[in-house]
């Protein structure tokens, strides 16, 4: 029988951060996924420069492998509507990457035994904690295995209907050659299109020789009809090749102010999507994954061993001081009409100002948020 103080279960970010951050506490820390690395996994794929503070990146010895697109400016509209451009100079506002690569590097560094190719079968209550697998003897079970955690599910999440699912499809691939020349999206200037009934917006941005095609809704119903309508708009504007693959690719994930799974039990927690943190404004997951990762190791060390949810409990405070408070009721904003919303929104999509401030300093690029201080927080000191 394997013996460990922590199996993280899922090995993308928010489970390597956690056991990256966890290598010199003495634990012993394993982390098991079903998938080997790296794999492909579906997402935009971009962070902003507090992520890679945060996990002590360094920006040179990543790119020299890897895929790491600057990003200097967005552009944004309502489908059909005139573009407005942001840009920054100077350093990058963001990042591309790709999801393979980010994913596997984290992995590769984090420290903790490798568990890959195994799925998380069974979970049942030992005396000190978890038996998982019947093989396996952890006093501490975190689920890290995203929206669909198996973790999340053997301790009882359900899906309600004042959850914010938001389904998306999306393709990256790389450009041939004459791929290249069809596609007119400036890699440096990613572009976002929010939807007519403001149920979510679709993307296209260029990754070097890498491109990737999106769109995310809250309303999941005829989701691949949506996304072939947005791709015909962008083949249509010129914007990319006529001959891109058919097959896109699917995920979902809660947003972070409707979700309402319990974040800690006795011996078991759930960090990143697992326990649904997506920023509700634009979707992004990795910040809030990283974030949650390196919160509950802050609360895993200082519990000496003792994982009860009394002691775990201090990881939920420090989410909402983090993410602020949840909100299972609509919002104002939520409530208004739908003809109002749309017709606010028409309006100011096409604001220079609008654009910058609100849609992407606010909303994407969350640039009122500084980064964890890590120092503080691993001497427990909140934040």
Known sequence: MKKLDVLVVGGGPAGSTLAWSLQDSGYRVAIMDKQTFPRDKVCAGWVTPAVMQELDIDLEDY???????????????????KQVTTRYPGQPVSYGIRRSEFDHYLLERCGAELMLGESFRSLEKGREGWRVNDRIDASLVVGAGGHFCPVARAIGAKYTASEKVVAAQEIEFEMTASQRRQCSVDAQIPELFFTQDLAGYGWVFRKGDYLNIGLGREDSHHLSSH????VQYLKQQGKIPEDIPEKFHGHAYLLYPHALREVCRDNVLLIGDAVGLAYPQSGEGIRPAVESALL??????????????ARLQDYSRLLTERFGQRQPAPSLLEQLPAGIKQFL????????WFARNVVMDH????SGQPPLDTNRLN???GI
Do not use: N, Y
């Open 63 to 81: 790119a020299r492998s890897r895929t790491l697109q600057p990003i200097h400016g967005f552009r944004i509209s309502r489908a059909g509507q």
């Open 345 to 352: 929104a028409g309006q100011l999509m096409k604001s220079e």
């Open 379 to 381: 001497s427990h000191a």
């Open 296 to 309: 509950a190791a802050s609360v895993i060390r200082h519990c000496q061993g003792d994982f009860s949810q």
């Open 363 to 366: 909303w994407f690029l969350q």
């Open 227 to 230: 996304v072939q309508t947005f």
